[in-house]
């Protein structure tokens, strides 16, 4: 099974404190994904990575950044934590070229900035 | 772009019942549908896609949808809710092969009445 492992399922963080979210993927997908997910608004793109070292803006990345180093790491980063990224953040990945398009996600990262 | 809407962000079941969630979809060239599930406290996993092969689409625990390209739909639906059933549904649309990224509607929570 692939599996999707979020280093943190809990935070609680100062306004202010730079935060590390870590994701990493056990099955070489090339595509990694960083989502945020708020009640009623669903699951929204912050950044995505279709390969090493490669990233692109998702649709809110303001206040963000990732890094990807390894293929099999997705870090998402937040410089300067502010309240309003209090949230459940969820990393996924896919395979490219003939895949059925499936994201397998972790179980989720809840963020609490006070 | 793609856009996916979720009619309805709570829907209450008897036991037994049958389950019947809404979604309905934009999109400039054909689209690959998903419904996800999300348990408490959870990750999202799949419950089915369309791909366009089959516009009837069976998935696991019993749930199917139905492509209607004329209405611009993909409802989901079980014919007899299960307690189990509780939790957050999630319709989600991507036009690949050209794009990974997925764009998730707001999404729909299922309580289940004994």
């Known amino acids: 099974d692939v599996k999707v492992t979020q280093s943190s399922r809990y935070l609680v963080k100062r306004t202010g404190e730079k935060v590390f979210l870590e994701c990493v993927q056990d099955m070489d997908h090339e595509n990694m994904f960083w989502y945020r997910q708020d009640p009623g608004l669903g699951l929204r793109l912050i950044y995505f990575s279709y390969d090493v070292k490669m990233k692109e803006k998702g649709d809110i990345p303001e206040g963000y950044s990732v890094s990807r180093e390894k293929k099999e790491r997705f870090s998402l980063i937040l410089e300067s934590a502010s309240t309003n990224q209090t949230s459940m953040y969820l990393c996924?990945?896919?395979?490219?070229?003939?895949?059925?398009?499936?994201?397998?996600f972790g179980e989720g990262s809840r963020l609490t900035v006070l | 772009a793609q856009s996916v809407t979720q009619l309805g962000s709570h829907v209450s079941v008897s036991e037994g019942a049958l389950v019947l969630l809404r979604c309905n979809y934009s999109s400039s060239v054909p689209p690959y549908l998903f419904w996800y599930v999300q348990y408490p406290n959870q990750g999202l996993q799949l419950l089915l896609k369309?791909?366009?092969?089959?516009?009837l689409v069976k998935g696991i625990n019993g749930f199917e949808a139905e492509f209607k390209k004329s209405e611009t739909s993909f409802h989901l639906t079980k014919p007899s809710a299960h307690m189990s059933d509780a939790a957050e549904y999630f319709c989600?649309?991507?036009?690949?092969?050209?794009?990974?990224?997925?764009?998730f509607g707001a999404g729909t929570t299922v309580t289940v009445r004994a």
């Open positions: 369309y791909t366009s092969a089959a516009t």
């Open positions: 989600a649309v991507s036009v690949r092969p050209n794009d990974y990224k997925l764009s």
């Open positions: 996924a990945s896919t395979p490219s070229g003939g895949g059925s398009g499936e994201l397998f």
